[in-house]
């Protein structure tokens, strides 16, 4: 007998389960009136569970904001007291930042240069770090936004120098390889363009006294190919009017011969 009870329990309960599973799936517009009371009455639970939990979470919120302008006002009341130490004010501060950031834009600016146009820069690179080093006796520069900030652009600066890749030339006879400083800056491995010789000749000013004249077994240091510098241009323009002089007064000379 107890089977048979418990057997029937089992059969209810699993129908009730049932029938609560296809209630909860059934459309809106498919519900019984007593099941679409029920349906709003659930809904209406939700809504009062989910307001009450929402002024929960307001009330957090409340509390937090509090918390927060707490800490913003000891914060700024520390702030002022390690200006106050350091002796420094917010616009000292402002202008040291600043004076940073432009630092920053010309280390980003270099670095779209080639490793050869940073060769040539040298100079520049080490003023740009002479400033930087200049800023880091500052006494800001304890602060730990500037602290951190300096060292890493000191390593950004230093990561900028680069050394010029030089190969070196040994001149050729006359006769066999035809060796002038026009035609060794048109060798191909060279820099391929003859108008280039005034750079050989300026790179080497202490071997080539006269660019017209050099000697087989000379090394010359060839640098990587590049624009003219404003050195070498000025060479070039001397060596030319040089030898226009020279030229026009070979040409008086013979004239007055042939009087």
């Not at 517009?29 to 349906?39: F, G, P």
């Not at 060794?184 to 660019?211: C, L, M, R, S, V």
Request: proline share 3%; aromatic share 8%; glycine share 6%.
């Amino acid at each position: 007998m107890k089977k048979v009870l418990y057997s029937l329990l089992i059969v209810a309960f699993l129908f009730a389960v049932s029938n609560v599973t296809a209630f909860a799936q059934k459309p809106d517009e498919e519900l019984t009136k007593d099941e679409a009371i029920i349906r709003i009455q659930e809904f209406q639970k939700n809504i009062q569970d989910l307001q009450a939990s929402l002024q929960g979470l307001d009330g957090n919120v409340e509390s937090l904001k509090k918390e927060l302008e707490a800490t913003k006002a000891k914060l700024k009341e520390c702030q002022e007291t390690y200006y106050k130490i350091l002796g420094v004010t917010d616009a000292d501060i402002a202008k040291f930042r600043q004076t940073l950031g432009v630092i920053e834009g010309k280390i980003r600016d270099m670095r779209k240069f080639s490793d050869d146009e940073l060769a040539d820069k040298k100079d520049e690179i080490q003023a740009l770090e002479n400033e930087l080093n200049t800023l880091r006796g500052n006494k800001i520069t304890i602060i730990r936004e500037f602290y951190d900030k300096i060292i890493s652009l000191a390593r950004d600066i230093r990561s900028l120098y680069r050394e010029k890749k030089i190969k070196n030339y040994t001149v050729g006879t006359w006769a066999e390889n035809r060796d002038c400083l026009w035609n060794i800056a048109a060798k191909a491995d060279i820099y391929g363009d003859p108008f280039q010789w005034p750079k050989i000749w300026q790179n080497n000013t202490e071997q080539i006294k006269n660019p017209d004249i050099i000697f087989p077994g000379q090394i010359f240091k060839i640098l990587p190919p590049g624009p003219k510098t404003t050195d070498e241009m000025k060479a070039e323009r001397k060596y030319w009017r040089k030898k226009h002089a020279m030229m026009q007064k070979q040409e008086e000379g013979a004239g007055k011969k042939g009087e």
